[in-house]
């Protein structure tokens, strides 16, 4: 496949791999599903962000443990969340996705229900991160501030992204593509539409990485944060209000093998 060799060829090479991946057939193979589910706001925020959290590996394998997570809370995430006490925490007892066990799903929900009956909800938290500090690195910043208490579990440390480390926080930057994209597409939910999509940040992960480099939108080895800043500013010179609608190109494009 000839690759494009000028602005305008790139353009509507992005352009058309875009509308060829961001249909709503997407939704029925990707762990978006899961928080597709439910209507209630807190309910989406809540299994998006757990949805998110153990999206790494086989998205099969990521559906069916968020099922069985949501089974275990009785398929009502904000009731739950609301109501956790150390019964429910003997609920969770052998759920296990990876390296993301019952001990980390129980730290999430108690800093989950912390959020949410002291500091807003979810989209509080980031939304006060982000207007304080104007950016999405310092939204993710300030939502891994409030989230990791002094109670939170040292263990679980390692499932909430540091951007202070370096990290891609290719998660967290999915959950907020989720929450604050519009649901033109019928994928993405549009629910904070107070975050502008011009702020956010690629969700990088190996596959948008690699078709980024191929493309040459990426000439940084490391998939780290600066990746992840180096690739949305190049991506936002072919749409400066929404740059990361370009993820559902360049991750269509790698994970079927086309690139």
């Known amino acids: 496949m000839a690759l494009p060799n000028s602005f305008d060829e790139m353009h509507e090479y992005l352009e058309t791999a875009y509308r060829r991946f961001a249909q ?7 762990p978006i599903q899961i928080p597709h589910r439910f209507a209630d706001k807190a309910d989406v925020e809540i299994a998006a962000l757990l949805a998110s959290t153990i999206a790494w590996g086989n998205r099969r394998s990521i559906i069916s443990s968020m099922e069985r997570l949501l089974n275990l809370m009785g398929n009502r995430p904000h009731e739950f969340v609301l109501n956790f006490g ?21 730290g999430f929900i108690q800093a989950l229900q912390r959020i949410y009956l002291n500091h807003n909800g979810l989209h509080g938290v980031f939304l ?29 440390l390692k ?3 540091n951007v202070d480390a370096g990290s891609a926080a290719k998660r967290l ?23 502008p999509t011009s702020a956010l940040l690629v969700p990088l992960d190996v596959h948008s990485a690699r078709v980024g480099r191929t493309l ?18 190049e991506l936002s010179l072919f749409d400066p209000n929404d740059p990361v609608k370009y993820d559902f190109a360049l991750f269509g494009l790698g994970v079927y093998g086309e690139l």
Request: contains cysteine; glycine residues 6%; neutral net charge.
């Open 24 to 30: 709503q057939l997407f939704v029925n193979s990707d």
């Open 86 to 106: 150390r019964a429910d925490a003997q609920r969770l007892k052998g759920f296990v996705h990876r390296t993301f066990n019952a001990d980390d799903a129980a």
């Open 128 to 156: 006060d991160g982000y207007q304080q500090s104007g950016s999405i690195e310092g939204a993710l910043r300030h939502f891994r501030h409030i989230f990791c208490a002094a109670d939170f579990p040292q263990r679980s």
């Open 159 to 161: 499932h909430v992204a």
């Open 173 to 195: 930057n999915m959950f907020l593509r989720w929450m604050v994209r519009p649901s033109t597409e019928g994928i993405d939910f549009g629910l904070w539409n107070d975050i």
């Open 216 to 233: 040459g939108l990426l000439q940084r080895r490391q998939n780290d944060l600066r990746a992840v800043q180096e690739l949305t500013h």
